[in-house]
């Protein structure tokens, strides 16, 4: 079985992933296979423990999972993946942890900017990272993942080692593998001084599109998933 096969897939504690009996699930997890996708009872699930460790179960009712194949392990890719984002208006900071979910980031940094706009202080910044906490998971879980991908909390620019996206700067590489994207009002000199620079193309981007372009250049690389040549591919 490929885990794209299963019916659905969700993630349990790491224990739990180990049992030859039955698999116990988060209620809203079970309330989810039951109610929204309607699993019918021997419906085939992919469980993970979001450390790379996965399993096939079959659903059935009262909100538990029986075991029915080996505990696997899935390969994890090299290097891990980071890109960092400033904040933004309204929902964009959750569509854009799903996206970068689905598209393999392994961690996600919020970061606390000098010209950010949005600002997440105190009990609200809490609130927001646990937010986007539960939007990773719910994406890692569509998107088949076997790793749960970290979301820090908000963290200062300074305190994350990294290239900052910006206009002008080097082509983007997997020896860089953290990319850090600006507020709308750019990054202030201070922020940008030392640091190293990385292009994400000749236009100027919204943020939310600054941290996709990243995430997919930085996943291509790692997968392979383009083919390069010298002379170009019209030459």
Same mark, same amino acid.
């Given at each position: 079985?490929? *885990?794209?096969d299963s019916a659905?897939?969700?993630?349990?504690?790491?224990?739990? *992933?180990?049992?030859?009996?039955?698999i116990?699930?988060?209620?809203t997890?079970a309330?989810?296979?039951? @109610?929204?996708?309607?699993?019918?009872?021997?419906?085939?699930?992919?469980?993970s423990?979001?450390?790379g460790?996965?399993r096939?179960?079959r659903?059935v009712?009262?909100? !538990?999972l029986a075991?029915?194949?080996?505990?696997?392990?899935?390969?994890?890719?090299?290097?891990?993946?980071?890109?960092?984002f400033?904040?933004?208006?309204?929902?964009r900071p959750?569509?854009?942890?799903q996206? *970068?979910?689905?598209?393999?980031?392994?961690?996600?940094?919020?970061?606390r900017a000098?010209?950010s706009?949005v600002?997440?202080?105190?009990?609200? !910044?809490?609130?927001?990272?646990?937010?986007?906490?539960r939007v990773a998971?719910?994406?890692a879980?569509?998107?088949?993942r076997c790793?749960?991908?970290?979301v820090?909390?908000?963290?200062?620019v300074?305190?994350?080692p990294?290239?900052?996206a910006?206009?002008?700067?080097?082509?983007?590489s997997?020896e860089?593998?953290?990319?850090l994207?600006g507020p709308?009002?750019g990054?202030s000199?201070?922020?940008?001084e030392g640091?190293a620079?990385?292009?994400l193309?000749?236009l100027?981007l @919204?943020?939310?599109?600054?941290?996709?372009?990243a995430?997919v250049?930085?996943?291509? *690389?790692?997968?392979?998933?383009?083919?390069?040549?010298?002379?170009?591919?019209?030459?």
């Amino acid at each position: 079985m490929e *885990l794209r096969d299963s019916a659905a897939h969700v993630f349990v504690v790491p224990d739990a *992933l180990d049992s030859e009996d039955s698999i116990a699930l988060d209620p809203t997890d079970a309330h989810h296979l039951e @109610r929204v996708l309607r699993l019918r009872a021997g419906e085939v699930v992919s469980v993970s423990d979001g450390r790379g460790r996965w399993r096939p179960a079959r659903w059935v009712s009262g909100g !538990a999972l029986a075991p029915c194949g080996a505990v696997q392990g899935a390969e994890s890719a090299q290097p891990p993946l980071t890109v960092g984002f400033t904040p933004v208006k309204g929902d964009r900071p959750e569509w854009m942890v799903q996206k *970068l979910t689905e598209l393999g980031v392994d961690r996600i940094v919020p970061l606390r900017a000098a010209r950010s706009v949005v600002r997440w202080e105190g009990d609200r !910044a809490g609130a927001q990272v646990d937010r986007l906490r539960r939007v990773a998971r719910e994406a890692a879980m569509q998107s088949r993942r076997c790793t749960l991908p970290v979301v820090d909390d908000l963290t200062d620019v300074g305190a994350v080692p990294g290239a900052l996206a910006e206009l002008g700067g080097a082509p983007i590489s997997l020896e860089q593998p953290t990319v850090l994207i600006g507020p709308e009002g750019g990054w202030s000199p201070a922020e940008t001084e030392g640091r190293a620079h990385v292009s994400l193309g000749p236009l100027v981007l @919204r943020a939310e599109t600054a941290a996709m372009a990243a995430a997919v250049l930085l996943g291509a *690389l790692r997968f392979h998933t383009v083919v390069t040549s010298e002379r170009g591919p019209w030459s």
